[in-house]
């Protein structure tokens, strides 16, 4: 602190802009390599996010980076079983999977004994050790209050208004709490105290997801390739939602056939032109939300929240009955299109984070899997090369990578949204991301995986090539759809261990353990 003045003064190595669970996991692995990070963030803990579902990658890493950088209170989010054995009071919820179901407007959905409305992929054995979806405002604030107790610098509610080149660092100034927040602090939603702050930092790391504190501050604009995929979002968290097993079987569905409880999952309704998560929590909340073509709902048709929400239940007949009962307990979010490219994300003295550098859609549950593969990326390269000149071609490389995997996560979501008409095709399209999910998976397991490796393969240029082609391909109508099919397998052959695309399997895909 600045003896004798109000300012707020503090030194750092990197200061961390956003305390979501990617800003505060970030301060945490910084403190452990012995840097000095600060934490700092506009808004204030418990608050409404969503990104909400774990992956078998996300929680491998998750558990990889707290026996590394001994954080062993963070270890236990990993898994479902040891999340609610540690922290029965931190909200989750179970997946064991990705279950989808494909309906037609103004038609009651109908189980078929060939199973072609339907896709479910198991991600986990058993429920001990399944996935999560996380409460995101207990998840964040729990991280942030481990950041306040690790003694790290946390300011919330706090606003920075210039970022200025010091040196080879940066100079940041607003105004902040009167002093770093203590544990016992967060979740006060007062506003700022409107004490003076300038923090020095040797390196900027923007987690602030659609805040986008570096691109207002260095004027990074949109990439100019911009992103296919389009849709935009209408959702909350509700009571009073009926499991989907129950419709299904009143409905004659086979549920002995499932892989898994159909509902414990990250659970798609799809329609042609958009698609619905249902994301059960297991305190009897659930967040429920649509994501939907822009051109085919265009938002400014849509009218309220409410009379929008109705008027999708009404053409969609299963699903109304699903959420009969429901009753939203949060405002309504009601967006324009989702998605967002910035041209950079590294530069050699600052970086972003993948939710920052982009967001695609909640499609597949991409988005926290693909943020902690940066996470991983990031603290290697600050473990090798923090203060040496190596960082700056590190930051470089990471830039790249970052933006294969964009363009890569981008053509897979666009292309699931193009074959959302037929539905076979869209599950044929997906197994681009299930193939090399579940492989990735599996070189984890097996420990022959480099830290930081490309998401869902994305440097490969055999197959982002053939991932391009069979996103042109979805959309022509001289190609059949079990052409198309063919055409996956063969293309997936490299990564496909479990039956992907086995017309045997009725789309029903069991978790199968691959040895080493």
């Known amino acids: 602190m600045a003896g004798g003045s109000t300012v707020i003064e503090i ?3 990197i200061a961390v802009m956003g305390a979501g669970f990617s800003g505060s996991l970030m301060a945490m692995l910084l403190n452990q390599i ?9 808004g204030s803990h418990p608050r409404f996010a969503v990104g909400e579902s774990s992956t078998p990658v996300a929680n491998l890493i998750l558990e990889g980076l707290a026996k590394r950088y001994d954080l062993p209170r963070i270890a236990p989010f990993a898994n479902y079983a040891s999340w609610k054995r540690t922290y029965p009071e931190i909200v989750c919820g179970l997946k064991r999977g990705f279950s989808y179901f494909h309906h037609t407007f103004d038609q009651d959905f109908q189980p078929r004994a060939d199973r072609a409305n339907e896709l479910m992929v198991a991600a986990s054995l058993a429920d001990d050790d399944a996935d999560t979806h996380w409460l995101r405002s207990d998840f964040d604030q729990f991280l942030a209050r481990e950041v306040a107790s690790m003694g790290i610098p946390y300011f919330e509610r706090a606003s920075i208004d210039t970022l200025t080149a010091c040196g080879a660092g940066w100079e940041l100034s607003g105004v902040a709490n009167s002093s770093p927040r203590d544990v016992g602090d967060i979740g006060d939603t007062a506003g700022p105290l409107g004490e003076p702050i300038r923090i020095r930092a040797d390196f900027v ?8 504190f570096l691109a207002k501050q260095l004027g990074i604009g949109l990439h100019p390739a911009g992103m296919s995929t389009r849709s935009r979002s209408l959702f909350s968290h509700f009571t009073g939602v009926a499991k989907w097993q129950d419709v299904y079987a009143a409905r004659g569905g086979d549920v002995a056939g499932h892989p898994y409880r159909c509902d414990d999952a990250a659970l798609h309704h799809v329609f042609d032109g958009g698609w619905m998560w249902v994301l059960p929590f297991d305190n009897g909340v659930t967040s429920a939300g649509f994501s939907l073509d822009p051109d085919r709902f265009p938002r400014e048709a849509a009218g309220t929240p409410d009379a929008e929400w109705s008027a999708l239940m009404s053409r969609l007949p299963a699903v109304a009955e699903q959420f009969a009962q429901a009753k939203p307990i949060v405002s309504w979010r009601q967006t324009g299109r989702m998605q967002r490219r910035l041209a950079r994300s590294a530069g050699p003295n600052w970086v972003m984070l993948p939710n920052t550098a982009a967001f695609h859609d909640p499609l597949h549950s991409t988005g926290n899997t693909f ?24 930051l470089t490389r990471y830039d790249q990578l970052v933006q294969q995997e964009i363009e890569h996560v981008d053509r897979i979501v666009s292309g699931s949204f193009a074959g959302f008409r037929e539905f076979e095709r869209m599950i044929a399209l997906s197994m681009f991301y299930f193939s090399t999910a579940i492989w990735s998976e599996e070189e984890r397991r097996a420990g022959r995986a480099v830290r930081g490796a490309a998401y869902l393969s994305a440097n490969r240029p055999e197959l982002r090539a053939a991932l391009d082609q069979a996103v042109r391909d979805i959309r022509d109508p001289a190609i059949s759809s079990s052409d198309f099919t ?13 039956g992907l695309c086995d017309p045997g399997r009725l789309n029903m895909y069991p978790y199968e353990i691959i040895p080493p």
């Open 34 to 42: 012995g840097l000095r990070p600060v934490l700092i963030d506009r």
């Open 486 to 498: 063919d055409r996956i397998r063969t293309i997936i052959q490299p990564f496909n261990r479990v």
């Open 11 to 13: 030194k750092a190595d």
């Open 371 to 394: 943020t902690l593969v940066g996470i991983e990326r990031l603290m290697d390269l600050f473990e090798r090369c923090w203060g040496k000149a190596e960082l700056a071609e590190g």
């Open 205 to 212: 790391l923007d987690a602030s997801g659609d805040g986008g």
